[in-house]
């Protein structure tokens, strides 16, 4: 498999490493500290770091500028970029910016309806959506052009990638839709959190049945469940978020002060599982507001250390 | 049709309280199908706006009239000596009819006593859904009949988002997404393969981004 | 969220006009819409009958209650009537 980018994560897959990434949250301030630590805790258990663009739409630090943090730290960034907020005079203008400072990966997202953040009474944009930005991306990469037509010059090299949540509704679109991204441009996939692990393999037999794994990096998304408490408010409260009643019973069992760890093996246990699910070329762990954790998982895991490329 | 909600009575009378003559103005076509509008419903508030003069103990002379439509001239004819009267018209038509009967009083003041809310249907009697934002390129016929750009929160072109749970938006449990809809007529209609093909990046031009639209039919103008 | 719907209802509550005193000599005075066809004939037919009701109930006689529209409803409490009563 050849390189399109210098991307660090798209080296590592083409080298057929399983790749492992996680994902920092900008603060709600300006302080650049809040960031640093976080990924100070994480670099070298990951190959790149994932930072939300305004997620569940609360007003945060903007992406860019955080990956800009990580880039200066000599760390490998993925810029994401949601529809909800700019744009397409923007969009395209914040890739170039991101490009300026050779950030090199970006995933492409409609974002959370505004109305669950703190501007619920904003306007969203979405004068594009997510998979228009992928073949946005992709033709000022590939083709050096704007969406207008006109020529970019240094046109930006980023490796490009989308979610995929294949607990969503309808559930029998889910491959094709899959498919559907691919044809967009996506090179990279960073699935929703899986919990519900048959669900996930029936989908990624769909996957293979279509031949998407092998044109499409699946990176398989995993949060760690900190309580009882959260896995309940994740199954019934985050939109397409499956779930199932055993994870939550598993944790309900287990005494309140080990439910954290109880949460941290049943992360590792699906790891282990998946890695084991042909097509699965890496791991995305988004331990929210929990990154200390992230090295442990890894580790645990078997992922540790991190290939050298 | 265009559907509108009539404002709160309290925001109304604070809009025409320091008035001496006000004549509550009907508009007898979408807004009387949504019941906020109509030359009934202009009856209607007048008595309440009456009522709330009595009990504030303000003397206004509140009357009501309305007219068949208040966005277009022929059916101002007969009301044009009713309006003279008045020191300010509060028109319970939508946006439109407001803004078309203040062009056409001059300098009399005319108040707007509904919030005007959206093009939709009358999906069963009291219920009504918005189903056009008049984009001004209409894609019906890829997304099998069902409207992506007012129906989905997101508008999104080529759904549905990663929000989409048992049908309905993560907005709001009662709302059906709208690319559930879609894949579902697809598949009613035996086209499913087609939901695989990309939608084009919108041209938004034609919509309210490219500033205020009109059509000039030469061939009706006279 | 419970707490919240509470604290609405009471907030609302406040808004209520409080009633005022009523004097005892007081009566309220209610307008009746029968339907020709029913309530209005027993009120009829109450009257063959010698039988009396009240002095504080004025009727007006409809065609059809279904004829009754808010407008009527609310322009006799505009006029000074206390309770509408409508039969049909």
Not at chain 2, 98 to 119: C, D, I
Request: one cysteine or more; glycine letters at 8%.
């Amino acid at each position: 498999m050849s390189v399109k980018t210098p991307s660090k994560l798209e080296m590592i897959l083409s080298k057929g490493h399983l790749a492992v990434t996680s994902e920092c949250g900008p603060p709600r301030g300006s302080d650049p500290e809040a960031i640093t630590k976080k990924a100070e805790l994480i670099k070298d258990y990951v190959d790149a770091i994932n930072i939300t663009d305004n997620q569940t739409s609360m007003t945060r630090m903007c992406s860019l500028a955080a990956c800009i943090r990580l880039k200066q730290m000599g760390l490998e960034p993925v810029l994401q970029m949601v529809t909800r907020d700019r744009n397409r005079i923007a969009l395209q203008s914040d890739i170039l910016g991101a490009a300026s400072f050779d950030i090199n990966n970006i995933l492409c997202l409609s974002g959370d309806h505004q109305s669950f953040g703190d501007c619920a009474k904003g306007q969203n944009v979405h004068d594009i959506d997510s998979m228009q930005l992928i073949q946005t991306v992709r033709r000022m990469r590939d083709d050096g052009k704007f969406l207008g037509g006109d020529d970019i010059a240094r046109p930006p090299r980023m490796f490009v990638g989308a979610a995929a949540n294949p607990f969503a509704d309808p559930f029998e679109i889910r491959v094709p839709r899959l498919a559907k991204k691919v044809n967009a441009g996506a090179e990279f996939i960073q699935t929703q959190c899986i919990y519900n692990l048959d669900k996930f393999e029936e989908w990624m037999k769909g996957v293979r049945d279509r031949g998407l794994h092998e044109k499409v990096a699946i990176l398989a998304g995993l949060t760690p469940m900190k309580s009882a408490g959260m896995a309940k408010y994740m199954k019934n409260r985050v939109p397409g978020m499956d779930v199932p009643d055993a994870i939550v019973k598993r944790l309900s069992d287990t005494p309140k002060e080990k439910q954290a760890d109880e949460g941290i093996k049943i992360c590792v246990e699906s790891i282990q599982r998946l890695k084991e699910v042909p097509g699965v070329k890496g791991f995305h762990i988004m331990a929210i507001e929990w990154e200390e954790k992230v090295p442990e998982i890894v580790e645990k895991a078997g992922l540790y250390p991190r290939p050298e490329v | 049709m265009i559907v509108g909600d009539q404002k709160p009575l309290e925001e109304i009378w604070e809009m025409i309280k320091n008035q001496k003559k006000v004549l509550v103005f009907g508009c007898n076509t979408c807004v009387a199908v949504c019941h906020t509008g109509g030359n009934k419903e202009a009856e209607i508030l007048g008595s309440m706006l009456r009522m709330k003069a009595k009990q504030e103990g303000v003397d206004i002379d509140i009357k009501d009239s309305g007219i068949e439509r208040q966005c277009e001239h022929e059916f101002y004819e007969k009301a044009m000596e009713t309006l003279e009267w008045p020191d300010v018209v509060l028109s319970i038509a939508c946006g439109v009819g407001v803004q078309f009967t203040a062009e056409k009083l001059g300098n009399k003041p005319v108040l707007p006593g509904l919030n005007t809310t959206f093009m939709g249907s009358v999906d069963s009697p009291g219920l009504f859904t918005e189903k056009c934002q008049g984009c001004g390129q209409c894609i019906l016929a890829e997304t099998g009949g069902i409207c992506p750009v007012s129906r989905c929160a997101k508008r999104v072109m080529n759904g549905p988002c990663g929000g989409s749970t048992k049908g309905k938006c993560e907005i709001n449990k009662e709302l059906d997404c709208a690319w559930q809809l879609i894949v579902d007529r697809l598949k009613a209609l035996g086209r499913l393969d087609d939901y695989e093909k990309l939608a084009p990046i919108k041209d938004w031009s034609n919509e309210r981004s490219g500033g205020p639209r009109k059509i000039v039919r030469e061939d009706l103008q006279v | 969220m419970g707490e919240q719907a509470v604290a609405v209802k009471e907030d609302v509550i406040s808004t209520v006009e409080k009633p005022g005193e009523i004097p005892p000599e007081w009566e309220p005075k209610i307008l009746a819409f029968a339907c020709h066809y029913c309530a209005f004939a027993a009120a009829d037919l109450a009257g063959v009958m010698r039988l009396s009701y009240p002095m504080n109930v004025k009727i007006i006689r409809l065609p059809c209650t279904g004829k009754l529209d808010h407008y009527h409803i609310l322009r006799a409490f505009e006029r000074g009537v206390d309770g509408v009563f409508v039969a049909g």
